[in-house]
């Protein structure tokens, strides 16, 4: 597939660009588009004649300034076709992978992990840290609690949802799993309790193991949270921590609702208890839907106390590791001792970037949520047409679906599908206590096309296991 920008297009992207000298402002404007997916990997740049008209300048500068991307592996001449954009590094390494086929030969479908590429935008976020990073370069740069640029951004980011929220309640951390363990490692010690969501997040489930705690299960199923069970094992179990993902939860693609916010807050405020919310995933909401008050905002109005986990990792880039605790003041010393035996700060380029990005996240968060929003509705159509006798309900926001099997085969199926080509993980992987055989988890993060020829080929894998009988069991390592 070959796409084409015009030369009009062209000109309103690059709009006033850096005329000291005027070829080399407009290759870096192009470079800069290409570099963030503004401008799609693999387009057809207009020809030397049309940008020359478009932008009236002379033709040597748009001639010069093509030469200058080409050098910079931004873009390739194909004879008698025009000039192209490329990213150094191949189409595997192009920001906007949905409008981009894979054509690196990976025969690989990944739905393993659950996290999508960067939107349009991140890439020009860096672009500007780089810009602020040699005011920073006099100093230290040692950061243990965070930037306050970025702390001020993310406490701003909590008064708008409704929770009030000073800098200081916020200390930044390289993601939301890094997050946890810090948390585990300042509340709890060898043979506390800690009640975690089955199925659940399997990697927070290992970060809140690491002080040899005892995690209880709190089960889930696919219609939501057992709130009467949950306070039952709260009540039996007094546990330290209570670890649970209130928004879009990771497998179910649950959205704990208000009113069941307050109910599960009074539990933990009557055996208080600390809740350890993780809202790693709450800004993926895909239908416009107003969305439910922070969890520790009921936490705190039922007299109770919440430690919330955040990060950037789902909302805009994995890529930019930089997550974050915001927790009462009164933990914030304890909390910042436990991080200093684990790290000292997170670095601040991606700091800056941050920063950048959450002051401000409207436009790209809109253009990640439209795009996840077209692929959650492909993997669904897809699944549905192809496997119908999978039940699944479709969720209103986050990155997977979590589909129930007519028979208890999920691991075997995960094999077969693997030798197939398609990766995804079954159900038994988010359950530390085993079970969960007739689920499995398809994310929605890979490119329309490739979730289509993913469904397609996990219903061969289906068929042909229905056919055999044969099981088999696999281990894999998850991370997102
Ligand atoms: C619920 C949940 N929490 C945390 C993480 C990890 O986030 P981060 O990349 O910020 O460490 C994930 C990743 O899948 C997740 O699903």
Redesign the pocket.
């Known amino acids: 597939m070959t796409r084409y920008i015009s030369a009009t297009a062209v000109a309103t992207l690059v709009d006033d660009f850096d005329r000291s000298p005027a070829y080399a402002g407009l290759a870096e404007a192009l470079r800069a588009l290409i570099a963030d997916g503004r401008i799609a990997h693999g387009a057809r740049l207009p020809s030397e004649r049309e940008l020359t008209d478009a932008l009236a300048v002379s033709r040597t500068t748009v001639t010069r300034a093509y030469a200058a991307l080409r050098d910079r592996g931004y873009a390739e001449a194909r004879r008698g076709a025009g000039t192209f954009t490329r990213v150094p590094g191949g189409p595997s390494r192009a920001p906007d992978r949905v409008l981009t086929p894979r054509t690196d030969g990976s025969a690989l479908i990944d739905l393993n992990?659950?996290?999508a590429p960067a939107p349009p935008g991140v890439g020009a976020a860096y672009e500007s840290a780089m810009a602020e990073l040699p005011g920073y370069l006099v100093d230290h740069g040692y950061y243990p609690v965070g930037l306050p640029e970025l702390q001020r951004a993310i406490a701003a980011s909590y008064v708008a949802r409704g929770l009030p929220t000073d800098p200081d309640q916020i200390m930044v951390t390289?993601?939301?799993?890094?997050?946890?363990a810090v948390v585990a490692s300042a509340m709890t010690g060898p043979g506390d309790r800690i009640v975690a969501e089955v199925p659940g997040?399997p990697?927070?489930a290992g970060a809140l193991g690491v002080r040899s705690t005892r995690l209880v299960g709190a089960s889930l199923d696919v219609d939501g949270w057992d709130l009467a069970g949950i306070a039952a094992t709260i009540r039996q179990s007094a546990p330290r921590l209570v670890h649970t993902?209130p928004d879009f939860?990771?497998p179910t693609g649950n959205l704990m609702l208000d009113d069941q916010r307050e109910e599960y807050a009074a539990a933990l405020a009557s055996a208080r208890t600390v809740a350890l919310v993780?809202e790693?995933?709450q800004a993926l909401a895909l239908e416009d839907q107003r969305m439910p008050l922070p969890m520790a905002a009921h936490v705190e109005a039922a007299g109770g106390e919440a430690i919330t986990?955040g990060?950037?990792?789902?909302m805009l880039w994995?890529g930019l590791?930089?997550?974050w605790i915001r927790a009462p003041h009164a933990r914030m010393d304890a909390l910042t001792q436990a991080r200093l035996t684990l790290d000292l700060g997170v670095p601040v380029f991606e700091q800056l970037v941050a920063a950048h990005l959450l002051r401000d996240p409207a436009d790209i968060l809109a253009a990640h949520r439209e795009r996840l929003r077209r692929q959650r509705d492909v993997l669904v159509a897809a699944v549905a047409r192809e496997l119908p006798e999978w039940r699944f309900r479709t969720p209103a926001g986050g990155?997977a679906l979590w589909c129930e099997l007519p028979r208890a085969e999920a691991s075997s199926l995960a094999l077969e599908a693997e030798s197939r080509g398609v990766v995804f993980a079954p159900g038994p992987v988010f359950s530390a206590e085993g079970g969960y055989e007739r689920f499995v988890r398809i994310p929605w993060t890979r490119p329309a096309d490739e979730l289509e020829q993913a469904v397609s080929t996990i219903a061969e894998a289906w068929s042909s296991e229905q056919a055999s009988g044969t099981r088999r069991t696999p281990e894999r390592v998850m991370?997102?």
């Open positions: 992990c659950a996290a390289p993601g939301a799993l890094a997050a946890t997040y990697n927070a993902i939860q990771n993780d790693a995933h986990v990060s950037t990792s789902k994995g590791r930089v997550g990155l991370v997102a």
